[in-house]
């Protein structure tokens, strides 16, 4: 008993070679992770199966109560059996693996050990299926309790499946008093090493997962410090000012050797070795850096050449790119280089690619902050999501009146008021919408207002063809039309006018409201748009907050232009690039990048 014990634990050596092997593989890790997902299913099954196929073939036969020390064995006699370590690839896979992977790795070594023939290969097939729907719902008990079972409990499962493959040897096997031999000779030290051999396996594994797991949570963790300490700074935007502070955080922190951050055209700050050279607004971006905004994609350099420093005394010689992004355009890039190739180690650039995806997200927040602070003013949020209770009981009251008297417009009224009120939440999560929604929320609102005041104003709208589809900031219109009736028309006035157009300029799109109304006084004009005005309706904000995010969006040529007579009227107009608004120039220039 004691030699057979020895010659198993060389066979389960075999095994547990392989798993520390398996262990270190990216492919094999990942099945551990998504086990549930069918690629990860068919991985283990096959690592699985192997396994036990090989410990079919490296099996110790026995035949007439025989010990045969063979190196393989791949036919067994008919009155003879082997010892090997079958089931515990089987109990190992569905402990890992779940039911699924159990059945399928028993399936396929119960098959593998019936074609091996022998007397007891029957049971050892049935065993092979029984371990794996056992030690698989075991599994996936565990899993769902501790994510992976312990070697202890895997110890265990595997001495519990080699005593229930002994106890079916003894009821399928004939004769009996063979198959109690055969028991006598090969159960102890089966059930012995398997169990043993089992509990190192999932030792290792556990080992290697945990090692990871705590390389994985430092980096993480380093990650999330440099994120925090920089956010402040991308809160900023991506200048001089900020860069400079984000990339002496990002050097002091990560130990490369310098760290750039660029914007499409020029060094933003560099700080480490070269800084004699990469002279942040003096010098120009890199080959290497231009290539990587024009694709997007990450690129890394390991020689000098690579990174194209045109500085010949550079100590910088390998480098990794990472594009910069802001609502899907790049924006600029962040540079780590090293002075020696030896430096940029997987880690680093896994780091990297962490810090460039959270820097990115920190921009698009940083901009998003920015927009949102223009829309915090009372009467900008009533636009965007939330309900105006005046206006809605004017119109409820408005539809209300007209109930008994024309069916057919109350109906039309109470659509127009759900397209309005529908535009209004959809608009409050999009920076840009496009024209014909704009245009339809916009006709909604004049539909209400003139069946409240029927006959009063009297609206035209010139829209350019093929305009439609341009992508505008919400409610930009329909504030500059609800601007003009709520102050450019006295009491008095019979025919208020009020004139919208949408026509393209060149490379820009010009909008323009206009109206017949009472004008605007000249020392009002000056500032209007510029900043908050007292509002006797209002908090007199509209006009200012629409101009901030104009000039917010596209620049300063955005901003809103007055031009106003008394007793003639006011025109409020603006442009915006057309090149940049159009969604088959947005797709092209994606494409061409």
């Known amino acids: 008993m004691l030699h057979l014990i020895i ?3 060389e066979r389960v050596g075999i095994i547990v070679i392989l798993g520390f ?11 551990l992770q998504q086990p549930e997902s069918y690629k990860g299913k068919a991985v283990l099954i096959s690592i699985f199966s192997l396994f036990s196929i090989i410990s079919n073939y490296t099996g110790i036969e026995i035949q007439r109560n025989m010990i045969m020390n063979n190196d393989w064995v791949f036919q067994i006699n008919p009155s003879g059996s082997i010892a090997n370590t079958r089931i515990m690839g089987v109990e190992i896979g569905g402990l890992l693996g779940g039911p699924y992977v159990g059945i399928g790795v028993g399936i396929l070594a119960g098959l593998h050990r019936l074609s091996l023939g022998g007397a007891t290969a029957v049971s050892c097939a049935v065993s092979s299926v029984l371990a794996g729907v056992l030690s698989g719902w075991i599994g996936r008990y565990f899993r769902k309790r501790y994510a992976m079972p312990t070697p202890r ?3 265990l499962v595997g001495l519990g499946m080699e005593s229930l493959q002994m106890l079916l040897i003894l009821l399928m096997a004939k004769p009996f008093s063979d198959a109690w031999t055969l028991v006598s000779i090969i159960g102890i030290p089966m059930i012995l090493v398997n169990g043993s051999g089992t509990f190192i396996f999932l030792s290792i594994i556990q080992s290697i997962i945990r090692k990871e797991e705590r390389a994985r949570a430092l980096e993480t963790h380093r990650v999330l410090m440099i994120a925090d300490q920089t956010l402040p700074f991308f809160r900023q935007g991506l200048n001089e000012s900020s860069c400079k502070s984000v990339a ?6 990560t130990g490369t050797d310098a760290v750039s951050l660029t914007d499409n055209e020029k060094i933003l700050a560099h700080v480490g070795a070269g800084a004699d050279h990469h002279i942040p607004s003096k010098s120009l971006i890199t080959g290497l850096s231009k290539r990587v905004i024009k694709t997007g994609h990450i690129m890394k350099a390991t020689s000098k050449e690579e990174i194209e420093c045109t500085h010949d005394p550079c100590p910088l010689h390998a480098a990794i790119v990472l594009p910069l992004t ?7 890039t962040l540079k780590m280089y090293f002075k020696s190739p030896s430096g940029l180690s997987r880690v680093e650039e896994e780091l990297a690619e962490g810090l460039a995806m959270l820097f990115s997200t920190q921009l698009e927040l940083g901009e998003a902050e920015l927009q949102s602070k223009l829309l915090k003013d009372a009467e900008i949020k009533a636009l965007q999501a939330q309900v105006n209770p005046h206006f809605l009981f004017n119109a409820i009251n408005t539809i209300s009146a007209l109930c008994r008297t024309d069916v057919e417009k109350t109906r039309k009224l109470l659509l127009q008021l759900s397209v309005y009120f529908r535009s209004n939440l959809q608009g409050a999560r999009q920076l840009l919408i496009p024209l014909s929604k704009e245009l339809n929320h916009l006709q909604a609102y004049l539909s209400l207002e003139q069946a409240r005041f029927p006959g009063k104003y009297k609206i035209s709208l010139e829209i350019e063809n093929g305009l439609e589809d341009i992508e505008i900031p919400p409610f930009v219109l329909q504030i500059l039309v609800e601007n003009a009736l709520r102050h450019a028309f006295s009491r008095k006035q019979d025919s208020c006018a009020v004139n919208v157009s949408v026509v393209s300029a060149g490379p820009s799109v010009l909008m323009r409201v206009g109206d017949n109304g009472r004008g605007i006084d000249p020392e009002l004009l000056s500032v209007l748009g510029n900043r908050p005005l007292p509002s006797k309706e209002g908090t007199g904000t509209a006009l200012y907050n ?10 300063p040529k955005a901003a809103l232009r007055l031009e106003s007579e008394a007793g003639k009227g006011t025109d409020v107009s603006f442009e915006l690039p057309l090149k940049l608004m159009t969604k088959g120039e947005e797709h092209a220039e994606g494409v061409n990048r």
Do not use: E, W, Y
């Open 7 to 9: 010659m198993m634990l």
């Open 21 to 31: 092997v398996l262990a270190h593989t990216r492919l094999f890790r990942q099945a």
């Open 153 to 155: 409990v895997a110890a």
């Open 248 to 253: 002496a955080i990002i050097h002091r922190q």
């Open 326 to 332: 802001s609502n899907g355009k790049t924006i600029g």
């Open 546 to 555: 629409l101009n901030q995010r104009l000039i917010g969006l596209f620049g």
